[in-house]
């Protein structure tokens, strides 16, 4: 349990590229903690530096739209190892994103590591299906599994601030 609200939670979501999963991830996490009221720090990176710098895919940032939410500012990085100390958890997309952040992780972190969908029940475990190279319906099942994340951590920093 938090000791109290002066500690806005600071996530991390994790994905390859921050370009698709982790974007559309904190929009949807930003959308739902202003929606509640709560502050928080919420930032996302990747794995992989192919991206550095780039906006979301534009398939993202459609789909962002359509739910209301913009995330075309937002501007893809990488992973590093003060993230471990700057977040109190970071949330990886699928397992090969986890195994790589794992290898990066330094000795004094304090961040909790684990899948997004953990937060879901029933969903332990699980990888968000990345929708990079598929069609655009990848896209909305993206956004309804990390909605359904953010609304989880909004209802456990309600339930314990
Ligand atoms: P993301 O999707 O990890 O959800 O941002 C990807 C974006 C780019 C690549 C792979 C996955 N890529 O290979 O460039």
């Known amino acids: 349990m938090r000791n109290d609200r002066k500690d806005a939670p600071a996530i991390l979501f994790l994905c390859l590229g921050n370009i698709c999963r982790s974007p559309l991830a904190e929009g949807a996490a930003r959308a739902a903690f202003a929606k509640a009221g709560i502050a928080a720090t919420l930032d996302s990176a990747g794995t992989g ?3 550095v710098g780039h906006p979301p895919d534009h398939r993202a940032q459609a789909e962002a739209r359509r739910r209301g939410t913009d995330i075309s500012g937002l501007a893809a ?7 471990f100390t700057r977040f109190d958890l970071i949330l990886a997309a699928d397992e090969t994103n986890l195994r790589d952040a794992l290898a990066i992780r330094p000795p004094d972190a304090t961040a909790e590591l684990k899948l997004m969908l953990d937060l879901l029940p029933g969903r332990k475990g699980q990888g968000v299906t990345d929708p990079y190279y598929g069609d655009d319906g990848g896209f909305a099942a993206t956004w309804d599994d990390v909605s359904a994340v953010a609304d989880a951590l909004v209802a456990e920093a309600s339930s314990s601030g």
């Open 49 to 51: 530096d192919w991206h």
């Open 77 to 83: 990085r990488q992973l590093v190892p003060e993230d």
